[in-house]
């Protein structure tokens, strides 16, 4: 197990409260655990916000909850659970030294509206920084549902573990689709609206280094509102809530984040992505900021730069306030600049340039990542003047097609972008424009086959 001095540095560096940063690093080591339980990995799929911050964006808000849907709904049993989440204690406790006692995990099985069972988990653990037995034990809670619209098909994901005893092959698990994570917090948004789902939609809106069709989102989320029996949402079914999400904005979301954004600057931007979900229309984009020729734009999900942790820490700091459209207060070369951060990308050279506009003097200005001394995000708000290319671009989450024919089958299918697969009979269906929903068919053996959705595996 890591040492108190390393959550306190990552506390310190990020703006957190160092538990915070120690219920992300437990997080992790459970999911590794989960990962390293046979019949947990192979069913289990990971979901909501905890899954985009540790499978595809590093750069986003600290999240608290684990939750997953269940394909096989005899895993929610509470002796079922006790029994998996003891050996997954065990594990994860001779890999890392992170304590997860099996007589303080607590499993409450119900049923949901819909007549279905979920559960409640709490897996108390013992950490760096945990309080002594006297001050109780943290704990993360567990959402566990098997009643759900399963629309694409899962993909395993790497897991974002920043600490120094990450286990050496990494964390890998059973993920939903970047596509039906998104429509679920839309779906999400319109039942509930927390603050935290106004925050993810948006957040996942804005970042245009993930090249998402929105036609394809929105045909997940048909599907999933039709299966829990609700509208479709538009932004103006949601201005009934506005009053509550100011109350609760501060309270939901500060202790997640380095800088807390004012909720107007998420709420304003409600109708453009409806705009965006139901017309595809694209929004406003400025163009880019104009640099040095042959300069290269860094946006990978995990930066390995050459330069000291705290510039590293400074670099996170940077790429949260660009993706919440936040001015960074840059202390540089001796002094405090307050900034509109923009790129960052190395030159030809082979020196790392943060390329932003200074609020002070009102111009362009470059700045050498190896001068930065500190960064901090503020809560003043920023309209792009430039395009944002900051935040982590994430990856590509649908894979190329599985070439199974010869030349004159993919010359028969030619100009059919999308391919859907029967989630019963595996058979293949290929089309111009984006829909899971498929026609009575034979199976490839000539049986009639009852299969009405397919997953998508191609575009």
């Not at 103006?236 to 506005?242: G, I, P, W």
């Not at 111009?432 to 595996?457: A, D, E, F, I, N």
Request: hydrophobic share 35%.
């Amino acid at each position: 197990m890591i040492g108190k001095a390393e959550i306190m540095f990552v506390a310190g560096q990020t703006g957190l409260h160092p538990h915070v940063v120690e219920k992300d690093y437990a997080l992790g080591w459970l999911l590794a655990g989960i990962s390293a339980h046979e019949s947990l990995s192979r069913n289990w799929m990971f979901k909501g916000g905890t899954c985009l911050k540790k499978c595809y964006f590093e750069t986003y808000r600290f999240s608290e909850d684990l939750d997953f849907t269940l394909p096989d709904e005899s895993h929610l049993e509470a002796a079922f659970l006790r029994r998996a989440f003891a050996e997954v204690g065990e594990w994860v406790y001779e890999q890392s030294g992170l304590e997860l006692p099996a007589d303080k995990q607590d499993f409450d099985i119900y049923d949901n509206r819909r007549g279905h069972r979920n559960c409640e988990g709490k897996i108390s653990y013992r950490g760096p920084v945990s309080p002594t037995a006297a001050g109780g034990w943290p704990r993360i809670k567990l959402d566990l549902t098997a009643d759900e619209r399963i629309v694409l098909a899962p993909v395993m994901r790497p897991v974002f573990h920043p600490y120094s005893d990450a286990p050496p092959n990494g964390i890998n698990v059973q993920a939903y689709a970047y596509e039906e994570v998104f429509a679920e917090k839309i779906r999400a948004l319109a039942e509930r609206t927390r603050p935290r789902d106004l925050y993810d939609v948006i957040s996942l809106f804005r970042n245009s280094g993930v090249q998402t069709l929105p036609s394809v989102i929105l045909d997940v989320l048909v599907q999933k509102c039709q299966f829990k029996g609700i509208p479709l949402p538009a932004s103006a079914d949601l201005q009934s809530h506005r009053d509550e999400l100011d109350a609760s904005w501060e309270n939901m979301l500060r202790h997640q984040l380095p800088a807390l954004p004012p909720v107007s600057s998420f709420w304003d931007v409600l109708p453009e992505f409806f705009a965006w979900l139901a017309h595809g229309t694209a929004p406003a984009t400025p163009v880019s900021f104009v640099g040095a020729a042959g300069a290269t734009i860094l946006r990978d999900r995990t930066l390995v730069l050459p330069v000291r942790p705290e510039q590293r820490a400074a670099v996170e700091i940077i790429r949260f306030a660009a993706a919440n459209r936040l001015c960074v207060d840059l202390e540089y070369q001796g002094s405090i600049r307050r900034i509109e951060p923009y790129s960052l990308r190395r030159t030809k050279e082979g020196a790392i340039i943060l390329h932003a506009w200074n609020v002070a003097k009102h111009e362009d200005r470059s700045y050498r990542l190896d001068r930065i001394r500190r960064a901090q995000a503020t809560s003043q708000v920023f309209t792009p003047r430039y395009a944002v290319e900051l935040p982590p671009a994430g990856p590509i989450i649908i894979p190329p097609t599985e070439r199974r024919s010869g030349g004159n089958a993919l010359m028969r299918h030619q100009g059919r972008n999308y391919v859907y697969e029967c989630v019963i009979c595996g058979k293949r269906f290929y089309r111009k424009s984006p829909s899971t929903t498929l026609k009575p068919h034979k199976s490839r053996g000539g049986q009639p086959c009852p299969g009405r959705t397919g997953h998508r595996v191609s575009s």
